[in-house]
């Protein structure tokens, strides 16, 4: 094995602090900053110290090493791009204020890549002519750019940031498919390598268009995704993307509609309390603008409305609350007590939940009254089912039923069957077997690299610093010389003899600072394994600890050597 | 040795080209581009296909190990930078049109970082406190980005471009000379291994500050710099860095200066022609404004002037030409007539050519007259000696007198002691060893990784195409299947066989493509062996060739391996 380098504390450019940054809120902020790793230049922008630079790096190198391994080809493209593409395909303008944007001194517009669609359909325009030169599969690992409104979170959430993306071309669905499959094995050997904890979740496919998409979801409590875990079955979805079916049921033997008093109810909670019946029983109707035109959503009293899902699904149409002026401009909408049965002139939308055959209470368009046994489909139409409700704790898997479990996660990867909509912008076609032109269909696949990083410090720690797995440590054995200047010889020579073996060694070899502080910066820095070079040194004598499990072990040095270089 | 992969041209996105592109003037760009290692994005932004890339990966793989080996530590650190440092040290301002400025979401001021001098020293100056934490050398691969004027000649100078680029802080001035030796044998170990021709140039600072600089200039035709080299002793300088000595000679029996009617001659050509002397007899005085103040500058007649070096020297204050409208203002300066003595309210400054001593025929500021007998000193005075002549091929070497020899060359490093220009305007201190604090001193280090790619490619190439040394090469052998597609499968088992044994393969198995197009191909590319798999692969034989010297060899499959992997 080639000799490793041994890295000297003593001029290691690295300074641990005692306590958490005043601005960070997150775990992996905190010690990672704390830990010497990263240290903040801007909002959002961050430097990467030496130690924090050797994590990236070995998350670089493994996620290099498996993209080589499906076959995929390694290129670099630029960070600073033209206008033009972009604007073929409407994102200059849909990227609204996350796109930096910029002039050069000729005037010419550009633009800091988000991520590069554009510029590699481009390229394959420009390389693949025919069918022969496809399938392709093309990746960089690069510094991507978004003008986040408020970048939070250390480098979990950062304006300038490194990602693996990577992009498949292909000829037909199956070979789309076939890419695509590629990209989600070698993503599970990636995270797996990494010793991340993640789950494979349905996602909706957000602002890249195309159809099919599935994220890679790291459970974490400074997660910003929302994600639904089947107990029971291999169920897992972000809860943006779960949808619930729609399930018509047999209403033969509800009576008929009728109107019932209920004065001072213009709450889901003050009528069901009035009534005796669970919010459940009740249907809410809330109003909405959707560019100006008033609709109706229906969900079941007891479900709040998750206005993303409305304006996902309204998009690019602007989605408003209703306002006083609103109501009293027409006076058939009856504040508290408005029912879709006989609402004339609105749209009306529900949640499948609201499904035909469906029996509710809900407002009579009076004042002070309601109706009960108004179903679905008999008393009143739904315009269109859609899923606005928000998930929640206990909700039925969309698979086998059991009770949906609700976790926080970070988004690590996002895998995407692009489709047509990039080639059709931007008329990528190559000549098909048949001497006829084909349009490619394309994937588009990422993963956030400086965020793995704050995933697996957010996985990875305790109430002492972190812990990394072993491939993505900064080193392999932490050498501390506790004790006088005798105990940092012997350190200094075990190191050598270490990396000479090819070990990868951090020691604390500074003079100055007590065993204390060196152990409490160990446990901070967080590599895998720590060797106590301290007061029976001169018996031949070392302590061998597991960062982890905090395991201790006394051992002579021969026993201890034999032990790390086999490791 | 680890399993090398194979690289199969059938799947590889890097199509050649016949032709030059129509915008290639340098031999780099035409090769790069036609070889298939890098495409064109927009004006001076530049994609790295995959050969491309892994060649920028060679280069960067090797600049890193000779900057670990000097104990430099390597960082990242961001490209998007704030305003505010660089408005501390002025460069906000002073880098002019060349930086890159943009506004985030909020209005705030942002860069692109061209060099990071301004955001090291803050590092530095957040991470090291004490005497003990120095020196230390920082380093990072990264992109940079300037808005050239004239973004030209490919890879070679770009507006976003890859960069090494390290900083040393040290305590004294002791301590800079060591990391400065430090990186200069750094950078030679480099440039030696990727096989560069290059020359260690004495330089002007230009706009970086500081006192000490020296630039690893590689000749080539393509290169926007000039260096004279001394065919006599080790003497080598940018020809902007060569200053000539101020040698005063006696004048002790040179005649008192005497008019001379002239007429006719207000060149210095008419003039030399007209007496019959050399035009080197003669003394040229150009005058230029500065800051709107008129200054005559004096050569000798056979020189010309440098503006660039006046401007250089003159700095930041404006210099411009005078107009017809400044003669007609000042009747005492009779154009093309002007002798510097008698020369009121106009500061003169001159050449160290025109030493104290030294006699001239100058103008005599009278229409159609000239003096002779003009001695410096005696009957004018020089305000400063300024070099300012262009330098000319067979100038005395500074150091040894004999004629210099100029070269066109490419700038691939730098390397500058700063001083403490940034550290002032950043406040860096630390507490020194007697307790009081110390002012740092610094070094800045840089070496253009992708124009060492284009350098390269200027250096090993014929007409044929690329000649890669070994060590950036993008494969160690080019395996070229030959004929029908029995051919190929021997070239791929010949390829499996070496990729395993640790050599890197790059194996020509298109189908469809003549034997020919793959020899043109497969010399373009420039890989540095060559082993053809053709007619005789049947009986066990294949050629081996050398792509540098062309030499050609038959042997047996089982003799070219051996030779191969032993390589």
Redesign the interface.
Known sequence: MANA?VQRM??????TLRDDPADAEVLSHKLLVRAGYV?R???G??????L???V?ANVERIVREEM?AI?A??????????REPYEATGRWDEYG??L???K??KG?D?L?GPTHEE?FTL??K???TSY??LP?I?YQIQ?K?R?E?RPRAGILRG??FQMKDSYSFDLDDEGLARSYALHRQAYQRIFDRLGLDYRICAATAGAMGGSKSEEFLAPAAAGEDTFADCPNCDFAANTEAITYELKPVDASDVPAAEEIPTPDTPTIETLAASLGVPASATLKNLLVKVDGEIVAVGVPGDREVDLDKVEAHFAPAVVEMVTEGDFANRPDLVRGYVGPQGLDKVKYIADPRVAPGTAWITGANKPDTHARNVVAGRDFQVDEYVDVVVVQEGDPCPKCGTGLKLDRAIEIGHIFQLGRKYTDALKLDVLGQNGKPVRVTMGSYGIGVSRAVAALAEQHADDKGLIWPKEVAPADVHVVAAGKAQQTEVALDVSGRLAAAGVRVLVDDR??VSPGVKFTDAELIGVPAILVVGRRAGEGVVELRDRRTGEREELPIEDALARLTSA
């Open positions: 380098p003593s001029q290691l450019m690295a300074k240290r230049t801007a909002a922008v961050w430097s990467w110290l030496p924090g630079r050797k990236l080589d076959g080809q390694e290129v670099l493209l630029p960070a600073l791009l033209p204020a996350e930096f944007r910029l050069d001194r010419g550009y800091l510029i390229l394959v420009d390389q693949a022969k030169d392709v093309l510094t750019y003008d409104a304006r300038e003079a100055g």
